[in-house]
């Protein structure tokens, strides 16, 4: 099959487009606007690989999408190109709506002109928002609450209403928080395992208690083309890990595996409208027949190993434009902050 992965040189992209390619029978073509977070770095084991092809091009522009259905002749699409860092979408949301929104109708009209097998949509549970008990399933009501998980929600919508009305063969899987090898350092998990190596404060938002549901990047890509394989027509897929951890508990096991004090953590102040728990119901997809395989501490070690070796990679990331970014998020943030006391 002749498959478009779009945002192919971002974290879950650049798994995904290797994890296909290893399937013979797939071409992979990726479309990737190399935005600040797209880096062909994460992709250079397979650059010159027969079965692939890398476009640099933005899915908002409707003729770059036309250009490559048409010379490619694409047959599938796996949409992973988004904005996706809820910090980002408090400084300036206005690029979150035109590529998860704009991008995402572009995308899902030539897909439909072209008559796609399939359209998978790689979505978050953050669409349901903050869940205070339960898990959230498939059929419950979108309720985002950042610019972030309100443009997936919006793009989410657009899928369904282009399977509803259309027929396309569309799919929607919304994972939980992603973690792995070559994410980029404003995350959560590699922001604390890159700062921690070079001694610098860990800074958590609030009272560090707000819980997250952690999937290895090697499970998600697993869950996203079993889906691809197998999902029904029109169904959206949870995709949970099965690790729900306090964010104050995953910044001490990365302290502890790096060997470093909890004294590096800092409390600072919370991240506005920041959900306090996000937490999906996984049966429809475990029904489909797809489980997680990674343990958690498994798969944070591995993660933590793989930054220890791969300084070069994120040091290039830290040393641009992040720099500033840093300062404007946590510039103020780390000045007021207070240390983690042992005693409370
Ligand atoms: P993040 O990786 O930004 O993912 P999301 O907010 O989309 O779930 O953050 C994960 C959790 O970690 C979230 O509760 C916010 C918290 N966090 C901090 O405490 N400090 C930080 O510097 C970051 C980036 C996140």
């Not at 002749?2 to 013979?24: E, M, N, P, Q, Y």
């Not at 549970?125 to 309100?150: F, M, Q, T």
């Not at 980029?184 to 707000?210: M, S, W």
């Not at 070069?312 to 780390?334: D, M, P, T």
Request: include cysteine.
């Amino acid at each position: 099959m002749r498959i478009l992965v779009t945002g192919g040189a971002g974290f879950i992209g650049s798994h995904l487009v290797r994890r296909l390619l290893a399937d013979k029978d797939h071409r992979v073509v990726n479309l990737d606007a190399l935005r600040y977070s797209g880096n062909l770095d994460n992709l250079t084991d397979v650059s010159n690989h027969p079965r692939y092809a890398f476009v640099h091009g933005d899915i908002c522009d409707p003729k770059t999408v036309e250009k490559v259905f048409k010379d490619h002749d694409i047959e599938a699409v796996i949409n992973c190109a988004a904005e996706t860092h809820v910090d980002r979408s408090i400084l300036d949301p206005s690029g979150f709506a035109r590529t998860d929104v704009v991008g995402t109708a572009v995308l899902l009209e030539q897909a439909r002109q072209a008559k796609v097998a399939r359209f998978l949509q790689v979505s978050t549970d953050e669409v349901y928002g903050s869940v205070k008990e339960g898990w959230s399933k498939e059929e419950d009501a979108l309720a985002p609450r950042s610019p972030y998980a309100a443009s997936k929600a919006g793009g989410d919508l657009l899928v369904q209403s282009y399977t509803t009305t259309f027929n396309l063969p569309a799919v929607i899987t919304r994972g939980s928080n992603t973690y792995g090898p070559n994410q980029y350092p404003e995350k959560f998990i590699p922001l604390f395992v890159t700062n921690a190596v070079d001694d610098q404060p860990l800074p958590l938002y609030g009272d560090g208690r707000y819980r997250r549901d952690w999937l290895s990047v090697f499970d998600h890509c697993a869950a996203i083309e079993h889906i691809f394989r197998r999902g029904e027509p029109g169904g959206i897929y949870n995709i949970g890990g099965g690790n729900e951890r306090e964010n104050l508990a995953v910044a001490e096991l990365i302290l502890k595996h790096l060997g470093k004090p909890m004294s590096l953590i800092r409390f600072v102040r919370d991240r506005p409208g920041h959900d306090r728990r996000y937490a999906v119901d996984c049966r429809r997809l475990h029904a489909l027949g797809w489980r997680p395989t990674v343990s958690f501490e498994d798969g944070l070690r591995a993660t933590v190993d793989w930054y220890r070796s791969h300084e070069s990679w994120w040091r290039k990331i830290k040393s641009g434009e992040f720099r500033a970014y840093y300062e404007q998020v946590y510039g103020q943030r780390l000045n007021e902050g207070s240390r983690f006391d042992v005693q409370s």
